[in-house]
T-cell receptor
Framework: GENVEQHPSTLSVQEGDSAVIKCTYSDSASNYFPWYKQELGKGPQLIIDIRSNVGEKKDQRIAVTLNKTAKHFSLHITETQPEDSAVYFCAATLSGSARQLTFGSGTQLTVLP | DTGVSQDPRHKITKRGQNVTFRCDPISEHNRLYWYRQTLGQGPEFLTYFQNEAQLEKSRLLSDRFSAERPKGSFSTLEIQRTEQGDSAMYLC????????????FGPGTRLTVT
């Protein structure tokens, strides 16, 4: 089955700096890679995603890049703000019928004011 | 669009009791997923429905776990004879299906088994 590794597990940045979180996946057949933000006591919130036929996608301060050859993808947050502080999860899914998500272990991002 | 809702938000039960959780997906979302999340980990897939059909259940943790979606709308997840190791957050997600891959999660049900 699919295996997703995520690092770092914790990340602290100063407000206004950029943050980068990286993930690798094992199954080359995976074709969809979402990122979720989870705040304490809440469910994961989809913030951005990318399909395997695209190398980069951007939405305001958030961007995701995908390197299919190396089987890794990254989340980039620019101009970080205190409200960006949360746990971020990457995930991957195969194109099969279920499309269940396999998640990384999460990154606790802290943006220091 | 009111989002995915789950009930209850918190459940405390004694070991050996049965518990049932409910999930109401986003209206007209055909696919419904259940995940379990333990502390400090990412969600782990349990089972999935397309409409009322449970198409994948091999990842349910044991035969004490069962799920239903009788009319293709809301779903229930039941755990029989709960054990302390069942303590976790149980998350539900829904998806439009067809060519859409996006899954939207509910707030979860936090289960504590004492």
């Amino acid at each position: 089955g699919e295996n997703v590794e995520q690092h770092p597990s914790t990340l602290s940045v100063q407000e206004g700096d950029s943050a980068v979180i990286k993930c690798t996946y094992s199954d080359s057949a995976s074709n969809y890679f979402p990122w979720y933000k989870q705040e304490l006591g809440k469910g994961p919130q989809l913030i951005i995603d990318i399909r395997s036929n695209v190398g980069e996608k951007k939405d305001q301060r958030i961007a995701v890049t995908l390197n299919k050859t190396a089987k890794h993808f990254s989340l980039h947050i620019t101009e970080t703000q205190p409200e960006d502080s949360a746990v971020y999860f990457c995930a991957a899914t195969l194109s099969g019928s279920a499309r269940q998500l396999t998640f990384g272990s999460g990154t606790q991002l802290t943006v220091l004011p | 669009d009111t989002g995915v809702s789950q009930d209850p938000r918190h459940k405390i039960t004694k070991r050996g009791q049965n518990v049932t959780f409910r999930c109401d997906p986003i209206s007209e979302h055909n696919r419904l997923y259940w995940y379990r999340q333990t502390l400090g980990q990412g969600p782990e897939f349990l089972t999935y429905f397309q409409n009322e059909a449970q198409l994948e259940k091999s990842r349910l943790l044991s035969d004490r776990f069962s799920a239903e979606r009788p009319k293709g709308s809301f779903s229930t997840l039941e755990i029989q004879r709960t054990e302390q190791g069942d303590s976790a957050m149980y998350l539900c997600a829904s998806s439009v299906g067809q060519s859409s891959y996006e899954q939207y999660f509910g707030p979860g049900t936090r289960l504590t088994v004492t």
